[in-house]
């Protein structure tokens, strides 16, 4: 039977399903989170601030998580984490992809004015992943993830990252579920010195932990895992159901 290249939209709602449920049954909890993070190397940073004048540029996503993921090679961003500890309600003290943490603060990345996919579910070894894009509306992102029918998620009510209420002309408070370790793809071009300077962002020293890199071209999801994979008899029986 004929698989296509990419997800499907039935298949990509599928595992938006299966993250919802998933987040759901282990913590249902969703809390304030106040910044995001990005985690590199000293070279990383060094980098950035001596040859790119401050600027984190979007690079083109590796092939981490599913495989067949149309954002995977096509699409250019920059990953934050999210994934709050569920016992301290804070970002890891560790990370594995670097010693040096850059905190954004979450109405910068996240607010009224941008649009929010789904885009995959996914684990490795312990924990499940959820990958969120954000992108601007009408920008060349944004037609990609419309164009591959990445599932749209209303961004005052939905059940990984959304926007709260505030007062007046406050931003508006982000809230992220503690059930599934959310990563969100910022898929525009960042200034670290304008951050610093309106005090949207912060530089941290950070403990590293393992290769204290991340892998290359990512690493595939699991294949095993019966949480985060679909069904195979499901698909081939909704494919049934289209074509006879």
Sequence with gaps: MYMPNYLTAWEIEELYERCADFAEETDYRHVP????????????WKDIFQNKGG??????????GDQRSAINGNIKG???????????????YFSYFGNQRLLV???????????????????????????????????????FCQEHELFELDIFDNPFLYLGDS???EPKPV??????????????????????????????????????????????????????NINPVSYNR???NIWY
Aim: proline share 6%.
């Design 55 to 64: 600027a984190m540029i979007p690079y083109m996503k590796d092939f981490n």
């Design 175 to 228: 809230y992220v579920t503690l059930g599934v370790r959310v990563e969100v793809f910022v898929t525009n071009k960042m200034n670290i010195p304008h951050l610093l300077k309106i005090r949207k962002g912060r530089m941290m020293d950070v403990q590293p932990r393992g290769r204290g890199r991340s892998h290359k071209n990512g690493i595939p999801k699991k294949e095993v895992c019966d949480i985060c």
């Design 78 to 92: 920059l990953f934050f984490g999210c994934g709050l500890d569920r016992k301290r309600i804070k970002p890891p």
């Design 167 to 169: 007062r007046g002309n």
């Design 33 to 44: 989170i106040y910044q995001m993070w990005r985690d590199k190397p000293d070279h990383y």
């Design 105 to 143: 603060d979450s109405d910068f990345i996240l607010n009224k004015s941008k649009n929010l996919y789904f885009a995959d579910f996914y684990c490795h070894y312990q924990y499940h992943y959820a990958t969120l894009v954000v992108t601007n509306p009408g920008s060349k992102q944004d037609s």
């Design 238 to 240: 909704w494919m049934g």
